[in-house]
């Protein structure tokens, strides 16, 4: 014992020594082990810097909401002495007076009857243009206000140029001058309301646009609207509520902004800011919450580490496979098992260290790269670039530890060598069992379990507008937990299933058994390489399901006008008197299919929805709504913002449904009958016309004069949609409906451009006085590119793990390998035998994976009682998450195909094998 150890201090010197030695001399399986655990280790820390770069001071609040003003001021209400606000959130507010219904707009007090006298105060209103643009007209929205003062720096920063002198000079926005189609000095003409000229004089950049974002800035009311003095009661109530009032002198105390408040205004001060009340009275919902961003980190740093002592430990074993003879001469002189164990303990933490700290910094440098990208110009988005050290030196930590838990396995089976076994070359056979297979089962059921609880519980608190933070922390533990329990079970069941697999594939040739078989019979090496590929499958899965749910919820509540694809221009014109008339539709539809390429315009009629034309009309017809009840969907109540009863032909039906009209509705429609794209409007397979004279106000229905039931049938669009029910002119003329042109609608072959748009704007403009189309473009549809984005990404890591796996099944296989070639087995055996390596191992992993990823998502859109919806809807995308579990492991058993090779010298082969 003195001979390799002597007291526990020189033992652990000695293993220090030897490990550092062993990783030396196997350079490149060090390289491979610390490059397996740096991977995740940049992907973790990636996220934390992004994180923590993205989280918001209070300084960092002010000084992009006030720049160097003390504080900004908004009217919410007239004086109200229950008003009060969150310090930090002028938008979080509460009053116990409810007054919406005889609000007036000559009410609201403004900050300078209020404040001091003599107090200078900056008002400033959104609110957006018409103007010209290089291509037509465009509506860009628009900052009245002196912004560009010294007040508001770092809030507004001047470009270029100089500022504005007079009300028809403006600074515009960098990318504005594209779209525009101006250089400074030169001019851009108003077209709505009335017509002006703006001189371009500079650029302005703020702090929350995008560099795409296309904004002009003027003098206070250099953009008139709906604020004058004219307009109507409630355009100057939002032209009152829209305003903010900046006081860049004036310290705003706690106790000011609390009278302020009572006053009816609510305040954003830099004071309260930075100096936040012990005891506010209301906290805001914008709040950031980095306990939640850390509860993630934390969650994904555990797959991360999951997967690296999976692979590394696989190496680790093989490696120790490796150096029998070399720990059985260790153990011949008298080196003990602890030693033994010490030595490869210390390997694998130091080969954490080593990847800890090259991954960190590889994941600082990706986030500093990717922040400016991601953020698109905004600076709102990451205030400062931040590196959380804290967690940080966590993440290393868990890397060190990481890699001490992958080596320990391996080292206790080598501190249990058998050295006359080991010197002589042998090896023993793995132990077939059943009994952890079994264990495996249960374990497998109880993490699917713990998952669908956690689902539950998410739901659960998703039901209520303020869930307890522990609830939502619960929910979130448990929905990682339960899949963690999963694959741990399924390690446990792998054996069995690559014995299963082996005797399935033994039918399908030499190479396909020889494969299987091995894989059956190492299980040191192929099942951590199988896991490997299952977690990160899984979580390319579930990410999957979280993106098409997303993307789902995203169209169900959408507020479809129209199908995908479509544009409408209404043919009813509000004149300044309240009245409304009609104008022509032909020019119209001359503008929209010279401007949009591939447009299909056409006239659709209807039958007015009551009072829109007034007394012009003698009576209306409404249709009856016997269903509508509590059980009617949400959007039902929004039908009407085009007129309820639609008469045309049935290929008019066919473009506001977006689909092929059903042979019974057609029948329906020959008959005389109407179809209704809702069902609340039939009753027993008929729908009621009633024909009412106008009320004596706008709006309101008078005595009935007629009814008439016909037969009806639904067909439902794809979405809901602003149209009710459809007849035929024949049907409109025999129930004695009046009938006008009320709408343009034109099908698009794509998404219009923002050229196009103000292309048609300009156009509509001169044709109609009125250039607002309403085009419908659907909700953002981002799954598909973001799923074939994971499903290449997953493809990536895959390779190099099941490269690491196939490259240790070779290391491992090489005297076998050697013995084919002796015996004389052809090339294409070596490669049969490489591309069935890739399948078994691979394959089985990633069916694994996609059906453990399915489980978490199916949880989120669980229903039960008490529960009237789920988290997020369950729709896995079948087609990215198909060719994740069998098209990648086929993708990836043809590289392994491609690189297998025979042992290149049939001499050195018969010495490796006497060897």
């Given at each position: 014992?003195?001979?390799?150890?002597?007291?526990?201090?020189?033992?652990?010197?000695?293993?220090?020594?030897?490990?550092?030695?062993?990783?030396?001399?196997?350079?490149?399986?060090?390289?491979?082990?610390?490059?397996?655990?740096?991977?995740?280790?940049?992907?973790?820390?990636?996220?934390?810097?992004?994180?923590?770069?993205?989280?918001?001071?209070?300084?960092?609040?002010?000084?992009?909401?006030?720049?160097?003003?003390?504080?900004?001021?908004?009217?919410?209400?007239?004086?109200?002495?229950?008003?009060?606000?969150?310090?930090?959130?002028?938008?979080?507010?509460?009053?116990?007076?409810?007054?919406?219904?005889?609000?007036?707009?000559?009410?609201?007090?403004?900050?300078?009857?209020?404040?001091?006298?003599?107090?200078?105060?900056?008002?400033?209103?959104?609110?957006?243009?018409?103007?010209?643009?290089?291509?037509?007209?465009?509506?860009?929205?628009?900052?009245?206000?002196?912004?560009?003062?010294?007040?508001?720096?770092?809030?507004?920063?001047?470009?270029?140029?100089?500022?504005?002198?007079?009300?028809?000079?403006?600074?515009?926005?960098?990318?504005?001058?594209?779209?525009?189609?101006?250089?400074?000095?030169?001019?851009?003409?108003?077209?709505?309301?009335?017509?002006?000229?703006?001189?371009?004089?500079?650029?302005?950049?703020?702090?929350?646009?995008?560099?795409?974002?296309?904004?002009?800035?003027?003098?206070?009311?250099?953009?008139?609207?709906?604020?004058?003095?004219?307009?109507?009661?409630?355009?100057?109530?939002?032209?009152?509520?829209?305003?903010?009032?900046?006081?860049?002198?004036?310290?705003?105390?706690?106790?000011?902004?609390?009278?302020?408040?009572?006053?009816?205004?609510?305040?954003?001060?830099?004071?309260?800011?930075?100096?936040?009340?012990?005891?506010?009275?209301?906290?805001?919902?914008?709040?950031?919450?980095?306990?939640?961003?850390?509860?993630?980190?934390?969650?994904?740093?555990?797959?991360?580490?999951?997967?690296?002592?999976?692979?590394?430990?696989?190496?680790?074993?093989?490696?120790?496979?490796?150096?029998?003879?070399?720990?059985?001469?260790?153990?011949?002189?008298?080196?003990?098992?602890?030693?033994?164990?010490?030595?490869?303990?210390?390997?694998?933490?130091?080969?954490?260290?080593?990847?800890?700290?090259?991954?960190?910094?590889?994941?600082?440098?990706?986030?500093?790269?990717?922040?400016?990208?991601?953020?698109?110009?905004?600076?709102?988005?990451?205030?400062?670039?931040?590196?959380?050290?804290?967690?940080?030196?966590?993440?290393?930590?868990?890397?060190?530890?990481?890699?001490?838990?992958?080596?320990?396995?391996?080292?206790?089976?080598?501190?249990?060598?058998?050295?006359?076994?080991?010197?002589?070359?042998?090896?023993?056979?793995?132990?077939?069992?059943?009994?952890?297979?079994?264990?495996?089962?249960?374990?497998?059921?109880?993490?699917?379990?713990?998952?669908?609880?956690?689902?539950?519980?998410?739901?659960?608190?998703?039901?209520?507008?303020?869930?307890?933070?522990?609830?939502?922390?619960?929910?979130?533990?448990?929905?990682?937990?339960?899949?963690?329990?999963?694959?741990?079970?399924?390690?446990?069941?792998?054996?069995?299933?690559?014995?299963?697999?082996?005797?399935?594939?033994?039918?399908?040739?030499?190479?396909?058994?020889?494969?299987?078989?091995?894989?059956?019979?190492?299980?040191?090496r192929s099942v951590p390489a199988l896991a490997a590929i299952m977690s990160c499958v899984f979580v390319s899965a579930f990410a999957m399901c979280l993106l098409a749910g997303g993307q789902e919820l995203g169209v169900r509540n959408h507020d479809w006008q129209s199908p995908m694809n479509t544009g409408v221009v209404s043919l009813y014109e509000s004149q300044s008197d309240g009245t409304t008339t009609l104008v022509g539709g032909q020019s119209v539809v001359r503008v929209l299919d010279h401007d949009l390429p591939g447009s299909h315009a056409r006239i659709l009629s209807s039958s007015p929805d009551l009072g829109v034309l007034g007394k012009a009309l003698p009576t209306y017809t409404t249709v009856r709504v016997p269903k509508l009840g509590a059980s009617a969907p949400s959007y039902f109540g929004s039908i009407g913002v085009s007129d309820h009863i639609t008469v045309g032909t049935p290929d008019d039906l066919a473009a506001i449904l977006g689909a092929k009209v059903s042979s019974e509705s057609l029948a329906t429609l020959e008959a005389g009958g109407a179809v209704s794209l809702y069902p609340q409007y039939v009753s027993g397979g008929t729908v009621?016309?009633?024909?009412?004279?106008?009320?004596?106000?706008?709006?309101?229905?008078?005595?009935?004069?007629?009814?008439?039931?016909?037969?009806?049938?639904?067909?439902?669009?794809?979405?809901?949609?602003?149209?009710?029910?459809?007849?035929?002119?024949?049907?409109?003329?025999?129930?004695?409906?009046?009938?006008?042109?009320?709408?343009?609608?034109?099908?698009?072959?794509?998404?219009?451009?923002?050229?196009?748009?103000?292309?048609?704007?300009?156009?509509?403009?001169?044709?109609?006085?009125?250039?607002?189309?309403?085009?419908?473009?659907?909700?953002?549809?981002?799954?598909?590119?973001?799923?074939?984005?994971?499903?290449?990404?997953?493809?990536?890591?895959?390779?190099?793990?099941?490269?690491?796996?196939?490259?240790?099944?070779?290391?491992?296989?090489?005297?076998?390998?050697?013995?084919?070639?002796?015996?004389?087995?052809?090339?294409?055996?070596?490669?049969?035998?490489?591309?069935?390596?890739?399948?078994?191992?691979?394959?089985?992993?990633?069916?694994?994976?996609?059906?453990?990823?399915?489980?978490?998502?199916?949880?989120?859109?669980?229903?039960?009682?008490?529960?009237?919806?789920?988290?997020?809807?369950?729709?896995?995308?079948?087609?990215?998450?198909?060719?994740?579990?069998?098209?990648?492991?086929?993708?990836?058993?043809?590289?392994?195909?491609?690189?297998?090779?025979?042992?290149?010298?049939?001499?050195?082969?018969?010495?490796?094998?006497?060897?």
């Amino acid at each position: 014992m003195s001979a390799v150890g002597g007291t526990s201090r020189g033992a652990v010197s000695l293993a220090v020594r030897l490990a550092r030695r062993m990783a030396l001399q196997s350079i490149g399986r060090s390289l491979l082990i610390a490059g397996l655990i740096a991977l995740p280790i940049v992907g973790v820390t990636g996220i934390d810097t992004v994180e923590a770069s993205h989280l918001t001071t209070p300084a960092d609040t002010a000084r992009f909401q006030l720049g160097q003003n003390q504080a900004a001021i908004r009217v919410v209400s007239p004086p109200d002495p229950h008003l009060e606000q969150a310090p930090n959130d002028p938008f979080t507010y509460s009053s116990g007076t409810d007054n919406s219904s005889t609000m007036q707009a000559d009410d609201y007090l403004s900050p300078q009857a209020v404040l001091p006298q003599g107090t200078r105060i900056i008002p400033t209103e959104q609110t957006t243009a018409i103007l010209s643009t290089a291509t037509g007209v465009g509506s860009i929205a628009a900052v009245e206000g002196a912004v560009w003062g010294p007040s508001f720096r770092g809030s507004y920063d001047l470009q270029s140029g100089r500022a504005p002198r007079s009300a028809d000079e403006i600074l515009v926005s960098p990318h504005a001058l594209t779209r525009l189609g101006v250089r400074l000095g030169g001019t851009v003409v108003r077209v709505q309301p009335t017509r002006a000229t703006y001189r371009v004089v500079g650029t302005l950049r703020g702090v929350t646009d995008r560099s795409t974002d296309d904004v002009v800035y003027g003098a206070l009311g250099a953009f008139p609207g709906a604020g004058s003095q004219d307009a109507s009661n409630a355009d100057r109530l939002d032209a009152v509520q829209a305003r903010i009032y900046y006081v860049p002198d004036r310290v705003v105390p706690w106790s000011e902004v609390r009278a302020l408040n009572r006053q009816g205004m609510t305040v954003l001060s830099r004071d309260v800011l930075l100096h936040p009340p012990t005891s506010p009275h209301l906290t805001s919902g914008a709040v950031s919450s980095p306990w939640l961003d850390v509860l993630l980190v934390a969650l994904l740093g555990v797959f991360a580490m999951f997967e690296v002592c999976l692979l590394a430990g696989a190496a680790f074993a093989v490696g120790a496979r490796h150096r029998q003879r070399s720990f059985a001469i260790l153990a011949s002189v008298g080196a003990t098992r602890r030693l033994l164990f010490g030595v490869m303990a210390v390997e694998g933490a130091i080969l954490g260290l080593v990847g800890g700290v090259a991954g960190a910094l590889g994941g600082i440098a990706a986030a500093f790269v990717a922040e400016p990208r991601i953020a698109g110009g905004s600076q709102v988005q990451y205030p400062e670039f931040r590196v959380d050290v804290p967690v940080v030196a966590a993440i290393i930590a868990g890397a060190i530890v990481a890699g001490l838990a992958a080596a320990s396995a391996p080292a206790r089976a080598a501190s249990k060598v058998d050295t006359v076994a080991a010197l002589r070359g042998a090896r023993r056979p793995p132990r077939v069992s059943i009994r952890r297979p079994m264990v495996g089962v249960f374990v497998v059921a109880g993490g699917s379990i713990v998952a669908l609880l956690g689902g539950l519980v998410t739901i659960g608190a998703n039901q209520t507008i303020d869930p307890p933070r522990q609830v939502v922390v619960g929910g979130i533990v448990l929905l990682a937990t339960g899949p963690v329990v999963m694959q741990i079970g399924m390690v446990l069941i792998a054996p069995l299933l690559l014995r299963g697999a082996s005797s399935i594939l033994s039918r399908w040739g030499t190479g396909a058994r020889l494969a299987a078989r091995d894989a059956a019979r190492n299980p040191g090496r192929s099942v951590p390489a199988l896991a490997a590929i299952m977690s990160c499958v899984f979580v390319s899965a579930f990410a999957m399901c979280l993106l098409a749910g997303g993307q789902e919820l995203g169209v169900r509540n959408h507020d479809w006008q129209s199908p995908m694809n479509t544009g409408v221009v209404s043919l009813y014109e509000s004149q300044s008197d309240g009245t409304t008339t009609l104008v022509g539709g032909q020019s119209v539809v001359r503008v929209l299919d010279h401007d949009l390429p591939g447009s299909h315009a056409r006239i659709l009629s209807s039958s007015p929805d009551l009072g829109v034309l007034g007394k012009a009309l003698p009576t209306y017809t409404t249709v009856r709504v016997p269903k509508l009840g509590a059980s009617a969907p949400s959007y039902f109540g929004s039908i009407g913002v085009s007129d309820h009863i639609t008469v045309g032909t049935p290929d008019d039906l066919a473009a506001i449904l977006g689909a092929k009209v059903s042979s019974e509705s057609l029948a329906t429609l020959e008959a005389g009958g109407a179809v209704s794209l809702y069902p609340q409007y039939v009753s027993g397979g008929t729908v009621t016309f009633d024909a009412v004279k106008p009320g004596a106000n706008p709006g309101e229905a008078g005595p009935r004069v007629a009814s008439h039931t016909v037969p009806a049938v639904v067909q439902e669009p794809a979405h809901p949609e602003q149209y009710g029910v459809f007849v035929t002119r024949a049907t409109a003329d025999r129930l004695g409906m009046h009938v006008v042109p009320s709408q343009v609608f034109t099908t698009m072959a794509h998404s219009p451009t923002t050229a196009e748009q103000d292309a048609v704007a300009a156009d509509l403009t001169v044709a109609i006085g009125n250039g607002y189309v309403a085009f419908e473009t659907g909700p953002s549809l981002y799954a598909a590119t973001w799923s074939w984005a994971l499903l290449g990404l997953t493809t990536v890591i895959a390779l190099g793990a099941a490269a690491v796996a196939l490259a240790l099944a070779r290391a491992d296989g090489r005297r076998d390998s050697h013995v084919l070639a002796v015996v004389g087995a052809a090339p294409r055996v070596q490669r049969s035998f490489g591309f069935w390596q890739g399948v078994v191992v691979v394959g089985v992993g990633s069916v694994i994976g996609v059906v453990l990823g399915l489980v978490p998502a199916f949880a989120l859109g669980l229903r039960g009682p008490g529960i009237t919806h789920g988290y997020l809807p369950f729709t896995p995308p079948w087609l990215q998450l198909g060719l994740t579990a069998v098209g990648m492991p086929l993708l990836i058993a043809a590289g392994s195909w491609l690189v297998s090779r025979r042992p290149r010298a049939l001499l050195r082969t018969r010495r490796d094998l006497v060897a």
